[in-house]
């Protein structure tokens, strides 16, 4: 239960930055198409859901499987090491997605195509961050964590863990609602690219 309640937080992560970087697509349909494609981007958006699910079982079934079924902490580094491969793999998808489709949104309008460039750059460094975290973790340092943490070092467990959260979680979501925020100027006329420059 202890490794469910502990790496819970690091899997759904790894799950929203792979769901937030795959709205680019249909946000590259929507500025080069406007109301024109709206069905073609229903049908798109049907097949992408159905995507997601079975990523996301996929994802979460290697992820319960891998965990122990002890509470003994050295048991827990398996999953740390698995969680790491799939941050770097979620990682490589997003700077992929930089190739794919950010360039051509910034063709189609340079201003929301910064501000996603910014939002893959920051879900790509939360992502390589975190698998750093997590490699090491695997490696036998979450024992020395939970040691300290335990063992009246409270002030040293939150100085690694407070930073981890900000870095991996709380910046990537200021990130992506200052992306639904432009996103939604565009979509509406309401961004000038030549004021914004």
Request: glycine content about 4%.
């Amino acid at each position: 239960m202890f490794a469910f309640l502990f790496t819970y937080p690091m899997i759904n992560n790894i799950v929203v930055s792979y769901t937030a970087s795959s709205h680019w697509v249909y946000d590259l349909m929507a500025i080069m198409h406007g109301n024109v494609a709206q069905e073609a981007i229903r049908r798109q958006m049907k097949v992408f859901v159905v995507a997601i699910v079975i990523f996301v079982v996929i994802l979460y079934l290697v992820y319960m499987l891998s965990l122990p079924a002890q509470d003994d902490i050295e048991f827990l580094q398996s999953v740390f090491f698995y969680l790491a491969i799939f941050e770097w793999l979620c990682a490589a998808i997003i700077t992929i997605s930089i190739f794919l489709y950010i360039k051509r949104i910034t063709a189609n309008n340079r201003l929301y195509g910064k501000v996603i460039m910014m939002e893959a750059l920051v879900f790509s460094f939360a992502n390589i961050i975190a698998g750093i975290f997590n490699y090491y973790m695997s490696k036998g340092y979450i024992g020395n964590l939970l040691h300290d943490r335990d063992n009246h070092k409270q002030g040293l467990y939150a100085s690694i863990m407070i930073p981890l959260f900000i870095v991996t979680e709380f910046v990537p979501a200021l990130a992506f609602g200052k992306t639904m925020q432009v996103l939604a100027k565009v979509l509406n006329g309401e961004a000038d690219e030549r004021v914004e420059q």
